[in-house]
């Protein structure tokens, strides 16, 4: 392990008391804390500010504004020309490290850039104090995201003086990756390059292919996976189902779980929470916080543990909760469905970290990425379907399930999906990463055309954005190397067409 656990967890329990939500959402921000963490640089030079935007870009008669909240560093910035890097948030709140550390601040400080970061409408403190009612939602969209960054662009033109010679290139990871693609592709006169990293470019309603490739990823022999790992996994999610239907009270207790499953709703809760442990596990992988994948499989096949037989896998599953559950440091598994929803439906804004509800609303609204799990290659439990997924739009938003189709089909013809016609746009993806099936990963074979694409075989999500490590894998230290010559070469063709 390369970094502990336990300060992570401090921190994981001082952010956790708002939201109860889903594991792969804790684990996610766990990692985003660890980076606050690592950024050892000075954060002095970060300033914040606030730019007010036009709650409904779209609408020149609703003139409601929210503030929204960006950060900048001028430490690297060669003044006056020196090209802007953007960072660009995405579903969750924005920090100081993001215009500090990471390879895109890396790369500034190399190239002389002002370093920007713009949170989110609707996450983080960018949100008005009735901002996660229902009726209020409806201005918390991507097409208003994007036209928040072209108006950003213009403020920061203006209070930095800057014109056509500052060249600006945007970043962004996951969701905020396909908003940095998107960015470029519908304001080409904005931004001259793009990295998204791990982005998923391609709304998709049941994403039954995100298990399938957790699947795939823990039999990876490159990254410590074996076929025994997953017929163990698959054995393991077999066997709770097969308990909790005989004694549901023996499955509260050997999972630690704050409530015993006597309800179908939070069986499905707590097959979702166990099936988050793996899956956190593989799309986080060696940037994660919880262990890595051969952990995982160790002990999911560890030979010199004495088991049972009959209940092996199952006690292995239970071992791997264990695991999980002490570095939580929650007093207990809570997997009341109950509990879950009507955290979602709270609509207060009491903390700037609140990032569930709006990014459910999303999904119904715009993109899908249901983690579902009815097809036979799935290995955990199949009682996670599209349909008890879906049920949250109708009860937190009432958006009808039969609509999703439509919204989804809407964002990918909006866009493009996967294979968007765009030009100078670089998306990084890795091997072991389950979000890599919705994003652009071949090259389309263009004569001439420059590469578009960076394929890392054994990494997981968005490991490309973190600065260099002398640990990093071969892989990742070439991916990086890759991205820079992208970087270097539009700012070296930027110049060029400047100066003509
Ligand atoms: C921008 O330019 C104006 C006029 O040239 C000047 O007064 C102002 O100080 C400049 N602002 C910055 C941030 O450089
Ligand atoms: C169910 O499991 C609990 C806890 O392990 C145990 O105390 C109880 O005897 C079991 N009940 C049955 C009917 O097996
Ligand atoms: C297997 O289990 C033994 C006994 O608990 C432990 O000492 C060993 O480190 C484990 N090996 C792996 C690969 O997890
Ligand atoms: C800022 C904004 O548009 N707020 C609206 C949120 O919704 C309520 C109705 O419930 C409106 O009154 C607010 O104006």
């Known amino acids: 392990m390369l970094f502990s656990p336990a300060r992570c967890l401090i921190l994981l329990l001082l952010f956790n008391s708002t939201d109860a939500g889903r594991i792969l959402g804790k684990i996610k921000e766990c990692v985003r804390n660890l980076l606050l963490q690592k950024a050892k640089q000075p954060l002095q030079h970060v ?3 606030r730019v007010h935007q036009q709650l409904d870009h779209f ?10 909240r960006f950060f900048v560093n001028e430490a690297y910035w060669r003044r006056p020309d020196g090209p802007v890097f953007l960072f660009i948030g995405g579903e969750g709140p924005i920090y100081e490290f993001d215009v500090v550390a990471g390879h895109h601040a890396d790369m500034a400080e190399e190239h002389g850039a002002l370093l920007l970061a713009l949170e989110h409408r609707f996450y983080g403190d960018s949100i008005n104090p009735d901002g996660l009612k229902t009726e209020n939602l409806s201005d918390l969209s991507s097409q208003q995201a994007l036209a928040d960054l072209a108006v950003f662009h213009q403020h920061i033109s203006q209070s930095f003086n800057l014109s056509h010679r500052n060249t600006w290139i945007s970043f962004g990871g996951s969701y905020s990756g396909a908003l940095s693609a998107w960015f470029r592709g519908k304001f080409p006169h904005l931004v001259y390059g793009a990295v998204a990293s791990s982005a998923p470019v391609k709304a998709t309603l049941d994403f039954s292919a995100y298990s399938n490739v957790v699947g795939l990823s823990l039999m990876k022999e490159a990254v410590g996976g074996s ?6 996994v698959r054995e393991a999610f077999a066997a709770v189902e097969a308990v909790m239907g005989g004694n549901a009270s023996r499955v ?19 097959m979702q929470n166990l099936a988050d442990i793996v899956m956190g596990t593989v799309q986080y992988n060696e940037e994660g916080v919880l262990m890595p994948i051969h952990e995982l499989c160790g002990v999911m096949t560890n030979k010199s543990e004495a088991y049972v037989e009959e209940t ?4 292995r599953l239970v071992k791997l909760a264990q695991i999980y559950h ?12 109950e509990k879950t929803v009507k955290d979602l439906m709270d609509t207060t804004v009491h903390s700037g970290r609140r990032a569930e509800r709006q990014w459910t609303y999303q999904t119904c609204t715009e993109f899908g990425f249901y983690q579902t799990c009815e097809d036979a290659t799935c290995p955990f439990s199949g009682m996670v379907t599209l349909r008890t997924q879906t049920e949250l739009c109708l009860k937190l938003f009432g958006i009808s399930q039969h609509s999703l189709p439509g919204r989804v089909a809407f964002t990918n013809t909006y866009y493009g999906g996967d294979n968007p016609h765009t030009h100078r746009i670089l998306y990084v993806n890795g091997g072991v990463d389950p979000w890599k099936e919705l994003s652009v990963v071949q090259d389309r074979a263009e004569e001439g055309e420059e590469a578009q694409t960076i394929f890392i075989k054994d990494t997981a999500h968005c490991a490309d954005m973190m600065s260099r490590r002398v ?10 190397q890759e991205i820079e010559k992208h970087v270097d070469s539009w700012l070296k063709m930027a110049a060029l067409e400047k100066t003509v």
Not at 59 to 68: A, E, G, I, V, Y
Not at 227 to 232: F, N, P, S
């Open 59 to 68: 609408n020149r008669l609703d003139f409601s504004t929210f503030p929204q």
């Open 227 to 232: 076929e025994k790992c997953l017929a163990g």
């Open 252 to 270: 509260a207790v050997d999972f630690g779980c704050c409530q015993i499953p006597k309800d179908l709703d939070d069986q499905i809760e707590l």
């Open 326 to 337: 002490s570095s939580s440091e929650e007093p207990c598994l809570d997997i009341s469905h």
């Open 471 to 480: 640990t990093d894998r071969r892989s990742l230290q070439e991916a990086r």
């Open 312 to 315: 092996e896998a199952y006690n």
């Open 47 to 49: 300033k914040e500010g």
